[in-house]
């Protein structure tokens, strides 16, 4: 990277709804259990997003906080990438409301869908605009709200799921962890296996896919999780080549919170120490592209960074999709 300016990380922030949803609450309205949900996914409960709340309230909310930490004036702020898969509406971008919410005078806006390792590739896109120079300061979100995308009606999908929003101000500025190296990978031909069946070019919303339930998030969840595994552990060996580090050298992993399993086959696998992976999922559920932000903020505001080293983010999800990217700890004092 000789010529190219450091893009550092300069505050985060997160945004989890109010309204909490438990397996016992889940248990009243299908077949489920707390027991089976426990075991299964170590989910205990999710937050659920208000009616009146949208995608973009959240991504707001999780964006004044990163500014607020970081002290960037808003008028400096240039870009805005916001991974989602659940936009305001299907047309326009929903970081165009998220802009004129918060008021961000210079700042274009972009939405990109890269299923839950969005923040991650919105990371490494911010990095890119920064280091080139192309622009100094920017915000990258995720916002994810699955809640109006799921069959409450289906044991399989919705007791996975919760809403939330995280953000990062990103610049050229000595900052809290400056983005290191990257991996991103993608296997398309797994598109299905985590899709909406209705409501893009390819089947319209009509009656008959309301009828038939084609509006609503399917997964194929034993191929979901094989894969998450393998893929997180190769995207995490990649990174760490490339950075010439091994797995001593991060103090954090943060990885995408789908599924406490997942998370245990990674980690016995890596052979990484259960006490350097946060798990927010318990409490939080699957949060999307969000969680790994969200975690991000939590470890940063709950003084869970180590004094130096590194922070790996690891992200899987529907395309498929995955990445990772190596943050390098600067500066861990608290706001
Ligand atoms: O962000 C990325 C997106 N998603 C993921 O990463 C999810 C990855 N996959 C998973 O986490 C797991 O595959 C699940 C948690 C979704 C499912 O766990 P599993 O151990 O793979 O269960 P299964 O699908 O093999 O189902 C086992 C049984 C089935 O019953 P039968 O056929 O054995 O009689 C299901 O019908 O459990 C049943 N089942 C449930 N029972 C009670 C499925 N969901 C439930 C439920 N409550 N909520």
């Known amino acids: 990277m000789d010529g190219l300016r450091k893009a550092c990380i300069l505050g985060t922030g997160s945004y989890i709804p109010e309204r909490v949803v438990t397996n016992n609450d889940l248990s009243r309205i299908l077949d489920t259990s707390d027991e089976w949900i426990r075991t299964r996914t170590g989910i205990r409960e999710r937050h659920l997003a208000a ?28 870009f805005i990438i916001l991974a989602t898969g659940t936009p305001d509406y299907p047309i326009p971008n929903t970081s165009s409301l998220v802009q004129d ?29 920064v280091s080139s120079g192309l622009f100094d300061y920017g915000l990258v979100i ?3 709200m699955l809640s109006k995308h799921l069959d409450w009606k289906d044991r399989t999908t919705c007791i996975l799921f919760g809403d939330g ?23 398309g031909s797994c598109w299905d296996c985590i899709h909406i ?20 998030l399917k ?7 094989q894969n998450s595994v393998r893929r997180m552990i190769d ?3 990649a990174v760490m080549a490339k950075e010439e580090i091994t797995a001593d050298e991060v103090g954090l992993f943060l990885f995408h919170q789908a599924n406490i399993r997942i998370i245990q086959c990674v980690a016995k696998k890596m052979g990484i120490p259960w006490g350097k992976i946060p798990i927010e999922l318990d409490r939080l559920g699957n949060t999307g592209p969000a969680s790994v932000a969200i975690a991000l903020d939590l470890a940063v505001r709950d003084y869970r960074i180590p004094e130096d080293g590194y922070i790996l983010l690891d992200g899987f999800g529907a395309g ?14 608290k706001e």
């Open 235 to 237: 995207t995490a060996a």
């Open 142 to 144: 995720s916002s994810e």
């Open 320 to 333: 498929f999709i995955w990445s990772s990217v190596l943050l390098r700890i600067e500066h861990t004092e």
């Open 197 to 216: 069946p209705a409501g893009g070019t390819v089947e319209p919303v009509s009656e008959e896919a309301i009828r038939k339930d084609k509006i609503y």
């Open 165 to 187: 929003a995280g953000a990062a101000v990103v610049g050229p500025d000595q900052g809290k962890f400056e983005i290191c190296s990257s991996d991103m990978g993608t296997d």
């Open 51 to 78: 009616e009146n709340e949208s995608a973009s309230d959240m991504a707001v909310k999780a964006a004044e906080r990163a500014l607020k930490m970081s002290g960037i004036p808003k008028h400096r702020i240039g």
């Open 219 to 225: 997964m194929n969840g034993r191929k979901v999780f």
């Open 101 to 129: 919410k918060l008021g961000l005078p210079h700042a274009g806006a972009v939405d990109i869908s890269a299923g839950c390792a969005g923040f991650i590739h919105g990371l490494v896109m911010a990095k890119g605009l």
